[in-house]
Every structure is written in structure tokens, then in C-alpha cells.
């Protein structure tokens, strides 16, 4: 079995706070290894129902350096550097292809405007609202649409509680969710300790390859008429930066789409266009 484990850093044991998120933070540095210790949580919950399992671990928060490669888990690999769309076009899910067969969301947030906790969209400087199909969904609705072009089920999600309602209305199948804390406010929650959460997360990963063998996971279908992704901005200027892209088409002022067979096909040229659509190519990036 290979699985697929796409990271964030917002949804993560302990993580409430701006603080804790770059590398210019007081906090990051242990962020970085709450980080690596949930996601070696998960791996080991997959590895508790099927020893020999392939794990590959995307980096997905930031720089897309956080995780310490030192303290991974040694049945893993680990996709990580910069989230330029040179580097990688699928952002957060680059190294994911159909040869896996499983995906996990591990340490995500909700969306912009849902006032949870570390709430944003991708891009939370620029970024209002992504909708797919008319739809406005957050990262974890994006990534597991994309996942679903690859043929990829989404069977396990965590993060603060506020994110099991996004997922439950958006994602499709029956992901097992794991809340790693219960959230107060956009930077404030009851936050489980490590001790806690940890076996949770094992469990929560454990539970989703069995759900997975039982047929209980679905991947979402593609729909006929294809798919349309729009990106609503927060200035005119960083619609227009995204004009620049080929594929890429207005849709209102502030706005832009682009339209295609799958999510997959369709989601490079959206990244392309939000990183063009920085005021300037962003340190964090390259
Ligand atoms: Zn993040």
C-alpha cells in the first residue's frame, strides 16, 4: 500500500499562533517538531495495520521546509523545498501521482472567512475565496479534488475541531477526522498535549487504511462538464499579476479562473497564477 501524507503546519498539536508558523518566530523551531511528531504519528498508525507500507510526506506549510528529515520516520520519504510553481506546481500535494493509494491531510486549517482557527486560503495576504465549480472550499477541498484526479481517496484529516464541519460539508467518502485541539477563536484553542494527541492521530490513521480496504472511502467523481476553479482576490493588481499566465481568464475585477478536465490539470495554472499574482516573488517561495 503507498500513501500519500499532504502536511500543514496550522492544524498541528500545539500550533494556535502566527508566532509559530515562519521561521522568523519564536515558536517555530518547536512547531517544526510537533509537526514532524504528528506526521510520524499517522505514519506509524498506517504502519500498525499494514507493516509493509510506502509513505511519502509532502511538506506543504510556508518555505515547505519545516519538517526535521532528522526525526521522520524511517519508512518515509519527504518532498520538501520551495513552493515556487517552478518547484512545485502542485503546491502542497507536489510528489503525488496514481501509483498511491490512500491520502492523508494531516495538520490542515479551515478556510478563509470561517473564522477557525490559523483560518485562510492558501495565500492569506491575497487570497478572499478559491472556488471550484462555484463552490468557495479551502485547502482541504482543493487537495482532495486534485488527489481525486489521480484516483487518490482522501482517508484521513486533522486539525482543530472547527475544520471537521468544512470537512464533512466538502470533502466527499467518509475521512476519519482526528482534532488535535478545540478551537476558541483565529488564534486560540484547548490544545491537547502531545502524549494525547499523538495516539489519536495513530489511531485516526490506523482506522482510515481499514476503512480503506472496506470500500468505505470514495474518491470524488470528476464531474462531466469539467472543472472551473476561480480565485477572488483581495486587489485588482494581483488579478491582473495572474492575467499574465496563459490559461488563465478574468472573471470580475478582482477575480480570475481557469477551466479544464480535471483538478489536476487545472490547478498548476491556478498556482502559477496566485504566485504571479504576489506584489513581488515572495522569499518564502523560492
Ligand atoms: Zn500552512
Not at 514532524?36 to 506509524?44: E, F, L, V
Amino acid at each position: 500500500m503507498n500513501v500519500f501524507i499532504c502536511s500543514d503546519m496550522e492544524g498541528i498539536t500545539g500550533v494556535v499562533h502566527r508566532d509559530q508558523l515562519t521561521p522568523e518566530g519564536h515558536g517555530w523551531q518547536s512547531a517544526r517538531k510537533l509537526m514532524t511528531a504528528d506526521i510520524n504519528a499517522a505514519i506509524q498508525g498506517v504502519l500498525d495495520e499494514c507493516p509493509e507500507a510506502r509513505v511519502r510526506v509532502a511538506d506543504g506549510h510556508g518555505t515547505m521546509r519545516n519538517i526535521l528529515i532528522e526525526e521522520l520516520h524511517d519508512a518515509a520519504e519527504l518532498v520538501t523545498g520551495g513552493a515556487n510553481y517552478r518547484n512545485r506546481p502542485f503546491c502542497q500535494l507536489q510528489g503525488l501521482d496514481g501509483s498511491f493509494d490512500l491520502g492523508f491531510l494531516v495538520g490542515f486549517h479551515s478556510r478563509s472567512g470561517s473564522g477557525g482557527l490559523l483560518q485562510h486560503t492558501l495565500v492569506g495576504t491575497n487570497i478572499r475565496n478559491i472556488r471550484l465549480n462555484g463552490k468557495v472550499v479551502g485547502e482541504i477541498g482543493i487537495n482532495a479534488a486534485v488527489m481525486g484526479s489521480f484516483g487518490v481517496p482522501v482517508g484521513l484529516v486533522t486539525g482543530a475541531s472547527d475544520l471537521e464541519a468544512e470537512m464533512t460539508a466538502d470533502l466527499t467518502g467518509a475521512p476519519v477526522f482526528v482534532s488535535t485541539k478545540q478551537t476558541l477563536g483565529p488564534s486560540a484553542a484547548i490544545c491537547l498535549p502531545p502524549g494525547r494527541s499523538l495516539p489519536a492521530i495513530r489511531e485516526g490513521a490506523r482506522r482510515a487504511v481499514v476503512r480503506y480496504r472496506e470500500g468505505g472511502l470514495a474518491v470524488p467523481p470528476v464531474p462531466a462538464g469539467g472543472v472551473m476553479m476561480e480565485v477572488e482576490t483581495y486587489r485588482r493588481e494581483m488579478a491582473e499579476q495572474a492575467l499574465l499566465v496563459p490559461g488563465i481568464e478574468r472573471s470580475g475585477e478582482c477575480s480570475f479562473r481557469v477551466c479544464g478536465p480535471t483538478a489536476a490539470d487545472v490547478y498548476p495554472i491556478v498556482w502559477h497564477g496566485i504566485v504571479r499574482g504576489l506584489d513581488q516573488e515572495s522569499a518564502w517561495l523560492s
